[in-house]
């Protein structure tokens, strides 16, 4: 059982940064992978960044490449989510979500292949 927690949303401006935080529960994180998706209202939930249980290998949507960047640390049972230049399309309630690996890499853009998820983290941009 993992349990996981977000953390660092808010109001920001367009053009502005926010990082979210996600903290895992239990001793075994490193064998999951981990991805971060978001949801706006009125919208299905859609993958935004994955990376795998060792970190080595990061996968982002193609509306975040150049903006948004995971990250992790094992040690801490953290990921966290830089995210940079934002503007109001990036406004959704965001979620940390595990899946044990191992993933192919198309397996990070399913919300089906994740088994833990996070509460969300509001992330609103404003014009």
């Known amino acids: 059982q993992v349990q996981l927690v977000e953390s660092g949303g808010g109001l920001v401006q367009n053009g502005g940064s926010l990082t979210l935080s996600c903290a895992a529960s239990?001793?075994?994180?490193?064998?999951?992978?981990m991805g971060w998706f978001r949801q706006a209202p009125g919208k299905e939930r859609e993958f935004v960044t994955g990376?795998?249980?060792?970190?080595?290998?990061?996968y982002y949507a193609d509306f975040v490449k150049g903006r948004f960047t995971i990250s992790r640390d094992n040690a801490k049972n953290t990921v966290s989510l830089q995210m940079n230049s934002l503007n109001p399309e990036d406004t959704a309630v965001y979620y940390c979500?595990?899946?044990?690996?191992?993933?192919?890499?198309?397996?990070?853009?399913?919300?089906?292949?994740?088994?833990?998820w996070g509460q969300g983290t509001q992330v609103t941009v404003s014009s």
């Open positions: 979500a595990a899946g044990r690996d191992p993933f192919f890499s198309g397996a990070y853009y399913y919300t089906s292949n994740y088994q833990y």
């Open positions: 990376i795998s249980g060792r970190g080595r290998d990061t």
């Open positions: 239990g001793r075994t994180f490193s064998t999951y992978a």
